[in-house]
């Protein structure tokens, strides 16, 4: 068994950064890919981002592309995920999850461990 644990979200002003800290317990991340979504008021939830198990590669959704960097501390078995230029839409519970996944990243059923989500509110 697996458990995430988010934190880091907040509120800044469009422009700003924030950066997500995705803490595992139970399991280490380096056997996992661990990805990233998002769900904003109304709205489904969607892909952000993604990291391979090996940390060896990165996937993006083209809304943050650009302006989004995931990264992992093995170490401390946490996944980061650093946002900067932040617009109002990116406002949104993100949420990060991980799984035994070596394709197609963006689909949320592949992943079998979520964590509970944490707000990020961006003012215009």
């Known amino acids: 068994q697996v458990q995430l644990v988010e934190s880091g979200g907040g509120s800044v002003q469009a422009g700003g950064s924030l950066r997500l800290s995705c803490a595992a317990s139970g399991r280490t991340f380096s056997s996992y890919a661990t990805g990233w979504f998002r769900q904003a008021p109304g709205k489904e939830r969607e892909f952000v981002g993604a990291?391979?198990?090996?940390?060896?590669?990165?996937y993006y959704a083209d809304s943050v592309k650009g302006r989004s960097t995931i990264s992992r501390d093995n170490a401390k078995n946490t996944v980061y995920l650093q946002m900067n230029s932040l617009k109002p839409e990116d406002t949104a519970v993100y949420y990060c999850?991980?799984?035994?996944?070596?394709?197609?990243?963006?689909?949320?059923?592949?992943?079998?461990?979520w964590g509970q989500g944490t707000q990020v509110t961006v003012s215009s």
């Open positions: 999850a991980t799984g035994t996944i070596n394709r197609k990243y963006d689909v949320q059923e592949k992943y079998a461990y």
């Open positions: 990291l391979s198990w090996d940390g060896a590669t990165t």
